[in-house]
């Protein structure tokens, strides 16, 4: 099938935050609800929320992002509001299969227990499936900074939540992110190891703001079958040819690249180095808020360098990497 646009394209996402995407105007009435905008004004509020032009592009900058709306949350009635809206903007884009990430424990302040915090983005997400007809699925972060005995007890609970154990979504893979420099992969071997053996896909943060050691140690240490960002592959070539003759999908998400500095502005984006390479990618779009970004202009920036059809064989293909099990094939059956 021939594509003449971007939007009438079947698009998939496997790389999407949850927190890094709310709608700014949710954001903002969720705040207003709880007496809590940290700034007078909306258009205010969205500079504490959004990369802005003069910031500086690091990693640790645009993790600073998603201080403000971890505050609105951390209570269930919010998370599945903030859930449906991201969905319904998907839907709107003709996304046809999401993976949503996000790390539990940090929206457990207010006293949700982990578990119940996982289940307020099922709960939306198996609207979506009524209301859109989207497959979806969920990937559990582990943040780095809070060590690797954290992340064994998360790998845990999320297995507790695996899709095999339901009957609609549930969670489909298991993930690292946060700061990348200090807290290397296979400190969180244990944790991977029970995610696998647990039926969970691995994806892991790798590459953004380290060399490529970090993805080998991703591949080799943790069993990584698809890995985010891998930006600093593109200089090590065997890494390359590993890449593509395993099939490890690299998640690609360009917008945030330059944001973060993985990729420097003016350069070419690695994914066009992973495509000549014959690399599987994704097109992601990682944080739509933080980055003022979709998975519209994301496509759009690729098929700028390469062309339509292109990018709509990346979206098809890239379905094949999903975690997300076809119905009946899950592990404990329907
Ligand atoms: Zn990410």
């Avoid at 943040?143 to 297995?159: E, S, V």
């Avoid at 290397?184 to 190891?193: K, S, V, W």
Wanted: glycine share 8%; net charge negative; proline share 4%.
């Amino acid at each position: 099938m021939r594509f003449t646009d971007i939007e009438s394209i079947p698009k998939t996402e496997l790389h999407l935050h949850l927190d890094g995407s709310i709608p700014m105007e949710l954001t903002w009435e969720l705040m207003k609800g709880h007496g809590l905008n940290p700034r007078p004004t909306l258009e205010e509020t969205e500079k504490l929320l959004t990369m802005q032009p003069e910031d500086e592009a690091s990693l640790l900058n645009y993790l600073d992002k998603f201080h403000y709306p971890l505050w609105i949350t951390q209570f269930y009635e919010n998370i599945r509001l903030v859930t449906r809206a991201i969905l319904g903007r998907l839907a709107d884009l003709n996304v046809t299969l999401v993976e949503l990430r996000y790390s539990p424990i940090v929206h457990t302040y207010a006293g949700l227990t982990v578990r119940q915090a996982i289940q307020a983005v099922l709960s939306s997400m198996n609207w979506a499936v009524r209301t859109y007809g989207m497959k979806t699925g969920l990937i559990i972060i582990a943040m780095r900074q809070h060590g690797p005995h954290i992340a064994k007890i998360l790998a845990r609970q999320a297995i507790g939540e695996g899709q095999q154990f339901h009957t609609r979504c549930g969670v489909v893979g298991f993930d690292i992110a946060g700061a990348e420099r200090g807290n290397p992969p296979g400190l969180f071997r244990e944790a991977f190891d029970l995610a696998r053996k647990g039926g969970l896909g691995l994806t892991v943060h790798a590459g953004e703001d380290e060399g490529s050691q970090r993805i080998w140690e991703a591949i080799d240490e943790l069993g990584a079958q698809r890995i985010g960002h891998a930006c600093s592959a593109i200089t090590d070539k065997a890494l390359l040819r590993r890449l593509a003759k395993d099939r490890i999908l690299v998640e690609c998400c360009l917008t945030s690249n330059y944001q973060t500095g993985a990729v420097q502005r003016g350069r070419r984006h690695p994914i066009f180095d992973f495509l000549e390479a014959d690399v599987p990618v994704a097109i992601c779009v990682d944080n739509a808020t933080v980055s003022r970004t979709d998975i519209a202009k994301e496509s759009s920036l690729v098929a700028e360098i390469t062309d339509i059809d292109t990018v709509a064989r990346i979206h098809a293909t890239a379905k094949n990497h999903s975690f997300i099990a076809p119905r009946g094939e899950s592990m404990g059956g329907e």
